[in-house]
């Protein structure tokens, strides 16, 4: 628009091109300002809505973020906390008393309460249901157990903020051992 000009859109949908020779009533220019306002309020509101929207996007991909890399981080404690859980565990009774191993035993402890802090926790497995959200099936074998209860953890799984960052590697009953023993007496008795 030039300064000799303005356009005025009518009803029809038309634009009217108003030269300065044509002046508004003040009535007219009221009307216009505050259509100029509603329209200018309404990008307004808009750009507030579209910032807030972009606000919490970032604020959550940030703890997204976050929650990753403790994630990992976690990942990685919890490899060393195995591994450390897997040497006491080899360690006889005897020697559970000397000075050394009580000190590991408390390091082992440090770790569960540091992963724990980061709401980092472990999946019980040992004697539970096969869970496939949970645990990772590895090995079925025969054993006294019913079908699908785990029988062996070959190795742990953890969780955080109940999201599972590495699932329980574990050896399921099949289950068979009862049913072959069975077989087994069934078939001598008929012999």
């Known amino acids: 628009m030039t300064k000799n000009k303005k356009q005025k859109d009518t009803e029809n ?51 997204d973020w976050i929650k990753l890399s403790t994630q990992k981080l976690a990942l990685k404690v919890c490899d060393v906390l195995d591994n450390l859980e897997r040497a006491l565990e080899q360690v006889d009774e005897e020697a559970k008393e000397d000075k050394l191993i009580k000190g590991f035993v408390l390091i082992e402890q440090q770790l569960r309460k540091v992963l724990e802090s980061e709401n980092v926790r472990k999946i019980e497995a040992l004697g539970s249901e096969f869970d496939p959200a949970l645990h990772e099936a590895l090995a079925h074998i025969p054993s006294d157990e019913e079908e699908n209860i785990i029988t062996a953890v070959i190795q742990n799984g953890y969780m955080s903020h109940d999201v599972v960052i590495r699932p329980a590697k574990v050896a399921v009953s099949s289950g068979q051992a009862i049913e072959n023993n069975n077989n087994n007496n069934e078939s001598t008795l008929e012999e």
């Open 13 to 63: 949908g038309q634009v009217d091109i108003q030269t300065p020779e044509t002046e508004l009533t003040p009535e007219e220019r009221i009307a216009e300002l505050e259509i100029e306002i509603a329209e200018l309020k309404d990008k307004y509101i808009r750009s507030m809505a579209e910032f807030e929207n972009f606000r919490n996007r970032s604020n959550r991909e940030k703890a």
